[in-house]
C-alpha cells in the first residue's frame, strides 16, 4: 500500500504471504489480510485515509465492502477504472521488486520470500523511490 500525505514523505505498508500447500491455507491474500493493512496504515498514519485501488476480485468482495461501509467515517475508497494499471503506483513498486528479484536463483520459497521482503524494505525507506512510483501514475493529489 503506498500512501501519501501533502507535506509529508510517502510512507508504504505491506504483508508478504508464503503459500506452502497446506490444507485451507489461502493462496493468496484475503479480505481479512486486506482489511488489517488498512487499520495498520490507519493506526501508523495517524488520520483519516482515501484509498485508489484497482478491480482485483478480492478488493471487491462482500465482507471487505461491509467493512468499508461501517468505517466511512475514517475511509473512502475511489476504484480504478478497469485495466488501468498505469494509475496504480504499486505496479512502479512490483516491477522494482521484480528487476531485483527476478534472476534470483534461489534453493527454496523461503529464500525468494526473504529476497523479495528484503527489497520491499529497501523500497519502504526510500522515500524517493515511492515518489517516483507516485508521479509515474501522473494522478495529483490536491493538498
Request: aromatic share 8%; with cysteine; glycine share 8%.
Amino acid at each position: 500500500m503506498t500512501c501519501c500525505k501533502p507535506g509529508e514523505r510517502p510512507r508504504m505498508f505491506y504483508a508478504v504471504r508464503e503459500y506452502n500447500g497446506r490444507k485451507d491455507q489461502p493462496k493468496g491474500f484475503t479480505w481479512r489480510d486486506l482489511r488489517d493493512l488498512l487499520v495498520r496504515a490507519r493506526t501508523q498514519l495517524g488520520g483519516p485515509i482515501v484509498l485508489v485501488w484497482d478491480n482485483v476480485r478480492i478488493h471487491l468482495a462482500a465482507p471487505l465492502r461491509e467493512f468499508i461501509a461501517a468505517n466511512a467515517h475514517w475511509l473512502t475508497v475511489f476504484q480504478l477504472p478497469s485495466c488501468s494499471p498505469d494509475l496504480n503506483p504499486q505496479e512502479g513498486i512490483w516491477s522494482m521488486v521484480k528487476r531485483d528479484v527476478g534472476n534470483l536463483a534461489a534453493a527454496d520459497l523461503g529464500q525468494t520470500t526473504r529476497a523479495v521482503k528484503h527489497r520491499l524494505k529497501q523500497i519502504q525507506y526510500r522515500p524517493d523511490l515511492i515518489d517516483g512510483c507516485l508521479a509515474g501514475t501522473g494522478l495529483v493529489m490536491d493538498g
